[in-house]
């Protein structure tokens, strides 16, 4: 079956833009997790939805939000962008709520901000 | 969620046994240890998990002592393909699919 898909996948900004980035997860997952990934910072947590509803939210100030629909596919987006927003920006997707044995990545979107 | 600790990078050659060893003290009772492999531009790939023993797929080894506060990635015969980050995280399942990243291990398969 098709993988975690990510739309767009490089995307250039100006400060003080906002962008939205997507991501459809595997059919039949209903977890989508979303992670920043910066050479300085590496991997970090951004937020989590299951069925729809926020599980769970790392450390990233209000300009990071998401949201998950009722097909699962999830959006996240980034108010007034700062320079330091430029990262991958990576989702996975798993089956079960605490899945913890596979999480599935996409392959991510490149935002720089410029 | 258990902090991690493993070496920032490792060099081997093709068609040698590597081994990548995970520090995780404060480990909990419903924690699993999980890795991932990760090339540049690509998001991370689950290979193993485990909770305690010995956990063997197709690609990799896992091995965990007793007490749990650390384990083994071992990957058999390793292949320039193989030059990857590789990445040791606790998960606790339940409610939360969170993961937590170290800073990983490069490993560097020279020919």
């Known amino acids: 079956k098709a993988g975690v898909t990510q739309t767009p996948r490089y995307l250039i900004k100006t400060r003080g833009q906002q962008v939205t980035l997507s991501c459809s997860p595997i059919s039949g997952h209903r977890s989508v997790s979303w992670y920043q990934q910066t050479p300085g910072q590496g991997l970090q947590f951004l937020f989590e939805y299951f069925s729809e509803t926020q599980r769970n939210k790392g450390n990233f100030p209000g300009r990071f939000s998401g949201r998950q629909f009722s097909n699962s596919r999830s959006e996240m987006n980034v108010s007034t962008l700062e320079l330091g927003d430029s990262a991958l920006y990576l989702c996975?997707?798993?089956?079960?709520?605490?899945?913890?044995?596979?999480?599935?990545f996409g392959p991510g979107t490149r935002l720089t901000v410029t | 969620l258990a902090k991690t600790t493993q070496p920032i990078s490792m060099d081997s050659y093709e068609g040698q046994e590597v081994n990548i060893t995970c520090s995780h003290n404060?480990?909990?009772?419903?924690?699993?240890i999980t890795w991932y492999q990760q090339f540049p531009s690509q998001g991370p790939r689950f290979i193993i998990q485990?909770?305690?023993t010995k956990v063997t797929n197709e690609v990799a080894s896992l091995f965990i002592p007793a007490d749990r506060k650390s384990s083994t990635l071992s990957l058999p015969r390793v292949s320039l393909s193989d030059t990857a980050v590789y990445y040791c995280?606790?998960?606790?399942?339940?409610?939360?699919?969170?993961?937590?990243f170290g800073t990983g291990t490069l490993l560097a398969v020279q020919p």
């Open positions: 485990g909770y305690k």
């Open positions: 996975a997707s798993s089956s079960l709520a605490g899945d913890t044995y596979e999480q599935y």
């Open positions: 995280l606790v998960a606790s399942g339940g409610a939360t699919n969170k993961l937590i």
């Open positions: 404060n480990i909990a009772t419903n924690d699993y």
